[in-house]
């Protein structure tokens, strides 16, 4: 099962999840949405046939979608929490997540880390922790918090945590916060 969380426009999610169902239906695609009452302009999307690179690699590509959402992040593993803190969460991805992650990729390539939680503070810590872990097991890689080759994003919303380690590639991931505009040379 794949799921992809995405975010657009606050109090437009009702609007926007009856968008991407009917527009992914066109392609063959069934999915269902997930809107979270609490936290406006955040969805999650999940469809039981395709796994979540593929599902976001539809959604970004379909250029309506990418005109309605803000990010559209793949979620590799997700995770219910009673009572989440940025301890615990940092704690779940430091026993649970990463040691199922093949960190040799980072091997001489750039990555960041960047934690957005809604709900609970404490994402810098999220990040520096998870960062300086990342840094320990693969002293080879390199921080680029500017266009990163690799990203670990983790976002939390109430209780609902999900993860993403991959590619920082704009045909999976649309994360506006570490995919700078490219420039342009004449």
């Given at each position: 099962m794949g799921k992809v969380l995405?975010?657009?426009e606050a109090f437009r999610e009702r609007k926007v999840a009856e968008e991407v169902?009917?527009?992914?239906?066109l392609r063959g695609i069934e999915v269902s949405t997930k809107i979270f009452e609490r936290f406006p302009?955040?969805?999650?999307?999940?469809?039981?046939?395709?796994?979540?690179?593929?599902?976001?690699r539809v959604m970004i590509n379909t250029a309506h979608i990418r005109r309605i959402v803000r990010k559209v992040i793949p979620v590799l593993r997700d995770y219910m929490l009673k009572s989440p803190s940025y301890v615990d969460v940092t704690v779940l991805?430091?026993?649970?997540?990463?040691p199922r992650v093949d960190l040799c990729a980072l091997r001489g390539k750039t990555f960041c880390v960047r934690c957005?939680?809604?709900?609970?503070?404490?994402?810098?810590?999220c990040e520096k922790l998870l960062g300086y872990y990342v840094k320990r097991v693969v002293p080879e890689a390199r921080v680029s918090l500017e266009e990163p080759e690799y990203v670990l994003l983790?976002?939390?919303?109430?209780?609902?945590?999900?993860?993403?380690?991959g590619p920082n590639d704009r045909s999976v991931l649309l994360y506006p916060d570490v995919q700078r505009a490219r420039s342009r040379q004449v």
């Amino acid at each position: 099962m794949g799921k992809v969380l995405i975010t657009t426009e606050a109090f437009r999610e009702r609007k926007v999840a009856e968008e991407v169902e009917n527009l992914l239906a066109l392609r063959g695609i069934e999915v269902s949405t997930k809107i979270f009452e609490r936290f406006p302009g955040v969805l999650l999307v999940e469809s039981r046939h395709l796994d979540s690179v593929r599902l976001s690699r539809v959604m970004i590509n379909t250029a309506h979608i990418r005109r309605i959402v803000r990010k559209v992040i793949p979620v590799l593993r997700d995770y219910m929490l009673k009572s989440p803190s940025y301890v615990d969460v940092t704690v779940l991805i430091l026993e649970d997540f990463l040691p199922r992650v093949d960190l040799c990729a980072l091997r001489g390539k750039t990555f960041c880390v960047r934690c957005r939680f809604r709900g609970v503070r404490g994402e810098t810590y999220c990040e520096k922790l998870l960062g300086y872990y990342v840094k320990r097991v693969v002293p080879e890689a390199r921080v680029s918090l500017e266009e990163p080759e690799y990203v670990l994003l983790v976002e939390l919303v109430g209780e609902w945590c999900g993860v993403y380690f991959g590619p920082n590639d704009r045909s999976v991931l649309l994360y506006p916060d570490v995919q700078r505009a490219r420039s342009r040379q004449v």
